[in-house]
């Protein structure tokens, strides 16, 4: 239990450090430098390397959890090494270097809310609940979540480079981002992947509480319901782009609306029913 | 805009450029070859002008010449500028205060400077860009048919082409080949990366396309669209890189469709690529951005197309961006081709001189002749001379003649290189005083 714990601090220590050390690139305007030769300017690469290391701690913690209780509550742990590794990936893949620098605190902030809310020691899930389809539940959902990280963070950098160039401010676009039809690819296939998982998670999710729990309490109710508007949310998006031929920069700023209401999904639900179970003195359920 | 003392000629530079005005604008002083030859002897004759020509290029429209000077001179040759715009057939609605406001003026020194800059390309928005010698080239060979060139524009334009060679020869300028069309092509890799990956279109089968197409070859492209009206040229410019198809202009909206990267470089007066146009492509290009370059003037694609999403329209005035990245590389070159330019200087100011000296020298060579064969004359009418031979006669006669030419030529000498402590005018005015003949006709 205590190799878990370490290494999820040391996960959550790697991803704060990396967040700091990203802000140090960014404002001493690092630039990746391939005019010098080098893949990263100093900086970056300091900051990558402790994301990786931040990373690969996380994947530790879920593996030592899993050894140690077998399956545990490590949602958080999950999501934050989901979109670790997503990251290293489109850095790596797509050359997408600034992606790091909007991961690192996403994964801090989730890792650092697990600290304060959740336990020292992960808890086991009740054996009843340990199948295979809550792990095919929960997996594909926090990889749909993670995509739909990525996505949002490519479009932030999509929007901002389309309207420096729209603008005619070359110049300003950093030279350690993708080109724009890059990151038009990248964050179509984000929101396909995205897409993809969160549909399986909430196909095996629904069949897992008709198996496991029929009766839903009013907090998966609710955590239910706002997923599958989520679900329609990145639908209408797709379909729209497709079928409608949706401009690049509306499905951006859609993917911007859609981790809004993922992260509500994430964070939100819960504090809504605690707040709504204080209200009506736990008239609603659990 | 600065002014000179009544009465004396000088040489003039008046124009606009991508230093002071913006595309907009200079489209809409964008001259064609057929119009200015009706043009510029009328604006040469109405405005007292003894010698003009004029440069336009999708970066510049500029007048040179040679005009007396008189006062308000700057006001004088910015109403013949203007001018020479309202008389041109597509100069409708020409907003006067603004090409006002864009113009500059140079006079002599500074105008023979400019000029010299133009022909070596190191004012041009590409330096060292080889394309403009030869639109210099043209230009002058214009004034030259239309006969608005006089000697000392025919003088300015060898040597400023002279010194154009030296920079190209001897300096690093040349080493690169750069043009407007390679800046085009590198703004859009800026945009999108890697360039292998993407289909172009060129519109267009003149120099530029030409350029370009053989550029965008160094990119290894998915493929090449050729588009032009004469499907002809389209065939010669595919043939000539040897990939890519040549289609006619009328397959644009079609082309469209297809192509990543559009570069419109014809000599249409008139629009090529409509927004309409675009946006209909674009609904068959399921959000793919496009990039549309247009290098042509005026230019060929609705600047509205800019405003459509995912389609991001560059002109030429955003060339500038790119241009400025080899600028420090390219920035020594650009001063020893300067150093160069100030000797080509040197020696057509030098030339100059000799041209207000000229006409002492030639009442001094007069004054001689005159003399001679009046001497000559009153010589050979004496009895001690009757007895000589017509071939007697013409020996002594080409005696005297020659006396003559090596005093002329030795007063020559001595004005054209003064000794030490005098200047040519001096001397001139000196011989003119003395002897103050008969002046040869200019």
């Known amino acids: 239990m205590k190799a878990a714990h370490l290494l999820s601090n040391l996960g959550l220590l790697g991803f704060a450090l990396a967040s700091v050390v990203f802000l140090v690139a960014q404002q001493v305007g690092e630039r990746g430098a391939p005019e010098s030769g080098r893949r990263e300017g100093p900086y970056a690469a300091v900051a990558l390397g402790l994301f990786v290391a931040a990373s690969l701690a996380v994947t530790g913690a879920l593996a030592a959890g899993f050894r140690e209780v077998g399956f545990a509550d490590v949602t958080s742990l999950l999501l934050a090494g989901s979109i670790g590794w997503l990251a290293i990936l489109a850095h790596t893949v797509f050359k997408m270097r600034l992606i790091g620098a909007f991961v690192a605190p996403l994964s801090t902030l989730i890792l650092l809310i697990r600290w304060f809310v959740a336990p020292a020691r992960m808890t086991a899930v009740p ?83 008709q198996l496991n729990a029929p009766a839903l309490g009013f907090a998966l109710q609710l955590k239910a319901i706002w997923a599958t508007g989520v679900w329609l949310w990145y639908l209408v998006t797709l379909l729209a782009r497709n079928a409608f031929n949706w401009p690049s920069k509306r499905v ?35 | 805009m600065t002014e000179r003392a009544p009465g004396q000629p000088m040489i003039f530079l008046l124009g606009t450029s991508h230093r002071s005005a913006p595309v907009e604008l200079r489209e809409r002083l964008y001259a064609l070859e057929d119009e200015l030859t ?41 109403e013949a500028y203007l001018e020479l715009h309202k008389a041109r057939s597509t100069s409708a609605g020409l907003p006067e205060d603004e090409v006002r406001r864009a113009l500059y003026l140079h006079l002599d020194e500074d105008a023979a400077r400019h000029v010299y800059r133009v022909a070596s390309s190191l004012d041009s928005l590409v330096l060292g ?12 060979a ?22 154009a060679k030296k920079v190209r020869t001897q300096t690093a300028i040349g080493k690169k080949n750069v043009s407007i069309s390679h800046a085009a092509i590198e703004l859009a890799q800026r945009v999108f990366g890697e360039l292998g990956k993407h289909a172009f279109l060129i519109v267009g089968a003149g120099e530029m396309a030409n350029v370009a197409a053989k550029y965008i070859m160094s990119y290894k492209p ?63 290009r399921r959000g793919r951005p496009m990039i549309l370059l247009d290098i042509a003037m005026p230019r060929d694609i609705d600047p509205e197309c800019g405003k459509l999403e995912d389609v991001y329209l560059f002109d030429i005035d955003d060339l500038k961006q790119v241009v400025g990245q080899n600028y420090e590389e390219r920035r020594k070159a650009a001063e020893e081709a300067e150093v160069l330019i100030e000797r080509g200087l040197v020696d057509f100011a030098a030339w ?63 004005v054209l290189n003064p000794p030490e402590g005098y200047f040519q005018e001096q001397l001139a005015d000196a011989l003119q005083a003395l002897f103050p003949g008969k002046r040869d006709p200019e």
């Open chain 2, 129 to 140: 860009e080889t394309q403009i010698t030869g639109q210099f080239k043209d230009a002058m």
């Open chain 2, 222 to 284: 998915k493929a090449l669209y050729v588009a032009n009206r004469t499907v002809e040229k389209a065939r010669e410019l595919v043939r000539e890189v040897g990939f890519g198809e040549a289609t006619s202009i009328d397959e644009l909206p079609e082309l469209l469709t297809r192509a990543d990267i559009v570069l419109s470089s014809t000599a249409s007066p008139t629009e090529v690529i409509s927004a309409d146009m675009v946006r209909r492509a674009k609904a068959s």
């Open chain 2, 352 to 414: 100059r001189r000799t041209l207000a000296v000229k006409p002492a020298l030639a009442g001094f060579r007069g004054y001689l002749d005159q003399l001679i064969e009046k001497e000559a004359q009153k010589t050979l009418g004496k009895d001690a001379f009757k007895e000589l031979t017509p071939k007697q006669r013409e020996a002594l006669a080409a005696l005297f003649a020659a006396v003559s030419a090596r005093i002329s030529g030795d007063a020559s000498q001595r």
């Open chain 1, 127 to 209: 054996e009843a609940k340990t199948n295979v389809l809550l792990a095919m539940h929960v997996i594909p959902a926090v990889l749909g979540q993670a995509f739909a990280i990525i996505a949002c963070a490519v479009s932030v950098v999509f929007l901002w480079q389309q309207s420096l160039l729209k603008k005619k401010l070359l110049d300003q676009i950093p030279k350690n981002i993708p080109a724009i039809d890059k990151l038009e690819r990248i964050l179509m296939l984000s929101l396909w992947c995205g897409f993809l998982f969160i549909t399986i998670g909430l196909l095996s999710g629904a069949l897992y509480a």
């Open chain 2, 38 to 78: 009706l043009i510029l002897p009328t604006i040469r004759d109405r405005f007292g002008l003894h010698e003009v020509a004029a440069l336009s290029t999708c970066n510049r429209f500029e007048l040179y010449g040679v005009v007396e000077g008189r006062h308000e001179l700057a006001h004088h040759l910015t």
């Open chain 2, 142 to 163: 214009l004034a030259q048919r239309v006969k608005t060139m006089g000697p000392m524009l025919s003088r300015l334009t060898q040597d400023a082409l002279a010194t």
């Open chain 1, 252 to 286: 951006a700023q859609m993917s911007l609306g859609g981790f809004v209401l993922l992260a509500i999904t994430y964070f939100g639900m819960g504090f809504f029913t605690a707040v709504a179970d204080v209200a009506t003195g736990g008239a609603l359920g659990p």
